[in-house]
């Protein structure tokens, strides 16, 4: 007789980790499968964003950001520091540590909830009325039934058509999180935000960096005012060696590093020779082995599983949620899609505002945004008015060495209605939430002109940005 379940979800990224939480407080019997296998050789919790992703990316650029401060930036408080060492070991000992505590903290999470943790990969074998999944691993396998199934299984890195990654010297973003030595030229292909962000993590190191781009603009998703001062704070200031437009035409792995050949974006052919390369050009959902053609799940002709405003597949009963499924990939979509599939199974009526998702790019200054851009309301035919506000007018920016970057505040120039936000701070991406917080609550810029923030902080250049929008700022 094969286990049964009320809810099955597949992957416990942090989509199905959060989906399973929400449906086992909810009263369902709950399992989750994921058979995600850490260097140790053992099975964790947590997908991408726990083991390769958000949290030991951001904790390297934690470690690498106070290296550059020490360097850069304690000059200016009158601090100098002689005999700087850096010891890299160490350093990838402690984001592991982090790495470990968080998906070692889901396991907790799943006994807590009496969640079954089913170890291994997932796969339909049939449908129907309940749905059979096979549960496999390297020494057994199972089959469980399911009357209601998630699918969380997240993506993985695109690769290049030519370009073989081993992981060595031709690295994706699992490889980059793991150099055991500072790379003295780094190639990175694509400068979208791992490109940014791990080429920022290296540079601080010490490797002398080149992002190649395929694409004419930077950060094209970016509101061009951003665009404009991270470009120039990224090359300019941080030495960030950025080429737009280019084409890559060969990628060669040599004894002593990669070679890359390419066309840049006056035609020329270019040669660079790098110790280390990281592809990152995107990410594609993880779909391989799920068994989808056994119930006739539908995809995407991108290959995403179909689904609809509600994270419903084509089969009844059957979910789709995160990276795997329409929309930014990002881990705090995936995890809200989660409570609410959740809660639809629980017949409640959970609704997401795909408009509010804040976006950040961990660089420092770090770059947020929610909403549209200024270029995108504009082109829609919405008038707006603009506010803008700098942190080089706000004490505690001032005071924390922090004065570069400005909040912007867009609004309905009829209503004041708040229709974008854009940041860009050393703690933007902790700024960005009242702005995020102010649009899911449809506020007008009048709104959060005229709350109280506390002083000095920074919270109160978004409220000059704001109060900017009536052209009303007081400190400037
Ligand atoms: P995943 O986290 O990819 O998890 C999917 C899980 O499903 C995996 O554990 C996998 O093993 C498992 N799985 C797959 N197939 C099966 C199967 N058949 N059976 C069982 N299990 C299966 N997002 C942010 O919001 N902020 C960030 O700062 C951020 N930083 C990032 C940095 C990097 C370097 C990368 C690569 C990504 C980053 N992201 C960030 C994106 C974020 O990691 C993803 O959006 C998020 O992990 C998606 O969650 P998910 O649950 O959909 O999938
Ligand atoms: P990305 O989509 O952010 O950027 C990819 C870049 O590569 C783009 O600028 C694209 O134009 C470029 N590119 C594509 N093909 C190319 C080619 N052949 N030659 C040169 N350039 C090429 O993808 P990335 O950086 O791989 O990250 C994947 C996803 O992971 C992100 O889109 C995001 O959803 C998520 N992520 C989120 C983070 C965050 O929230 N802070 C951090 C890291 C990743």
Redesign the pocket.
């Known amino acids: 007789m094969s286990k049964s379940f009320d809810v099955v979800v597949?992957?416990?990224?942090?989509?199905?980790?959060i989906a399973s939480i929400r449906a086992a407080q909810l009263g369902f019997s709950v399992a989750c499968?994921?058979?995600?296998k850490n260097p140790k050789g053992e099975m964790a919790?947590?997908?991408?964003?726990?083991?390769?992703?958000?949290i030991?990316?951001?904790a390297l650029l934690e470690s690498s950001e106070n290296v550059e401060k020490i360097e850069h930036k304690f000059g200016d408080h009158g601090i100098s520091i002689s005999g700087l060492k850096v010891d890299l070991n160490k350093m990838q000992g402690r984001k592991e540590t982090i790495v470990s505590k968080m998906t070692k903290g889901i396991e907790f999470l799943f006994r807590k909830n009496k969640i079954t943790w089913l170890k291994?990969?997932?796969?339909f074998v049939s449908g129907g009325e309940n749905y059979t999944i096979e549960?496999k691993n390297d020494e057994s396998k199972e089959r469980v039934t399911a009357k209601h199934v998630i699918i969380?299984?997240?993506?993985?890195?695109r690769h290049l058509p030519g370009i073989a990654v081993d992981n060595i010297s031709i690295c994706d973003?699992e490889g980059?999180?793991a150099f055991a030595s500072v790379p003295k030229r780094l190639g990175v292909i694509g400068a979208g935000?791992?490109g940014l962000?791990?080429g920022s993590v290296w540079r601080r190191l010490g490797a002398e960096v080149t992002v190649l781009e395929a694409m004419p603009t930077f950060l094209a998703a970016v509101d061009e005012s951003v665009q404009k001062e991270a470009w120039k704070v990224f090359t300019k200031e941080q030495g960030l060696n950025i080429k737009l437009g280019v084409t890559i035409d060969k990628v060669a792995t040599k004894k002593t590093g990669v070679s890359i050949e390419y066309t840049d974006d006056k035609g020329l052919v270019q040669k660079l020779d790098c110790d280390k390369l990281i592809v990152?050009v995107g990410?594609e959902p993880?779909?391989?082995?799920?068994g989808a053609s056994n119930v006739g799940l539908k995809m995407t002709d991108r290959g995403l599983i179909e689904v609809d405003d509600h994270c419903a597949t084509n089969l009844p009963n059957v979910y789709a949620?995160?990276?795997?499924v329409r929309g930014?990939?990002?881990?705090?979509?995936?995890?809200d899609e989660?409570v609410a599939v959740a809660e639809r199974i629980a017949g409640q009526q959970p609704h997401i505002d795909f408009n509010t998702i804040p976006w950040?790019i961990?660089t420092s200054p770090e770059v947020a945004w929610v909403g549209k851009t200024e270029q995108q309301l504009r082109a829609e035919g919405v008038e707006v008015k603009v506010g803008q506000f700098p942190f080089a007018a706000n004490g505690r920016a001032l005071g924390q060495g922090e004065g570069g970057g400005f909040v912007k505040v867009i609004a309905d120039a009829r209503t004041d209605r708040i229709l974008g936000g854009h940041i860009i701070h050393a703690h933007a991406s902790e700024l960005i939430q009242e702005l995020v917080t102010a649009m899911e609550f449809r506020a007008a810029a009048e709104d959060i002109a005229r709350i109280v923030h506390g002083h000095p902080t920074l919270s109160e250049a978004v409220r000059e940005a704001a109060l900017a929008v009536d052209k009303r700022t007081l400190n400037m």
């Open positions: 597949i992957g416990a990224g942090p989509g199905g980790y499968v994921e058979g995600w919790l947590g997908g991408t964003c726990l083991n390769v992703g958000c030991p990316s951001k291994g990969f997932g796969s549960v969380a299984t997240g993506s993985k890195a973003n980059a999180l935000v791992i962000e791990l990152s990410r993880n779909t391989d082995g799920l949620i995160g990276d795997v930014p990939m990002l881990a705090h979509k995936a995890e989660g950040i961990y």
